[in-house]
């Protein structure tokens, strides 16, 4: 069993972001930057003074993020991240396929693993509706993929539990968790039926999505069981 902690940082400047980082190393095994957040990104120059693992995600409005530009401009930050170094990036499940393309491409040569997400901030789907997502993750290429819904009850979480064995059952690494109050519970758990890692934030003032735990409660949380 392995319990890794991303967290995610939304910041406006880069400086910000540095700042913020530094905040939360001691908490985190991978950290995700927010491109979308950033007003003038500069790639390298961040991922640089990193010292951790870094996950690149340049999130589109229509996924719930901020990045108002084109979508090609949006995925060649993402290529910028693989040329600096990124451990990870993020793709969304919905995105053009020629965007998948153009960052595969630039992914042939490189240790960068590509994540591949789906986020639904109204509902929990039905489990055959979202093993459907998990199966068209695996069949795009993702070395990772990640499954996000929003929790209404406790059922929704048994749900996405049910939903890491299937992804296992098939070989393919999956982030699954829950958003909303009623999903804590399995931003917690995740780890330990299968989820590849939980996403938290620097503090509460700083959550990048509904119902993120911060980053030193979580580790915490893990120190204890």
Known sequence: MSRKICVALGEATMEGMIEAAGLVEPYADVIELRLDYLNSPDVAGLIKRIKKSVLCTVR?????????????????????????????????????????????????T???????????FKQTGSYDQLAEKIVAMQESGADIGKLITTAH?????????????????RNFSLIGFCMGEPGGVSRVITCDFGGYMTYCCKD????????????????EIYSRF
């Not at 009850?153 to 059952?169: I, Q, R």
């Not at 509460?204 to 580790?219: C, E, N, V, W």
Request: aromatic content about 4%; overall charge negative; glycine content about 6%.
């Open 110 to 120: 490189a240790s960068t693993k590509l994540i591949v997400s789906l986020h639904d």
């Open 153 to 169: 009850s406790a059922e929704d979480n048994m749900t996405m539990l049910k939903l890491l064995k299937f992804a296992a059952d």
């Open 204 to 219: 509460k003032l700083t959550a990048t999505a509904p119902g993120q735990i911060d980053a030193r409660s979580m580790a």
């Open 60 to 108: 589109a409005q229509w996924e719930g993020g901020l990045f108002k530009g084109d979508e090609d401009a949006r995925v060649r930050l993402l290529c910028d991240s693989v040329d600096a170094g990124a451990a990870y990036v993020d793709l969304e499940l919905n995105a053009p396929q020629s965007s998948l393309k153009m960052l595969k491409n630039k992914m042939e």
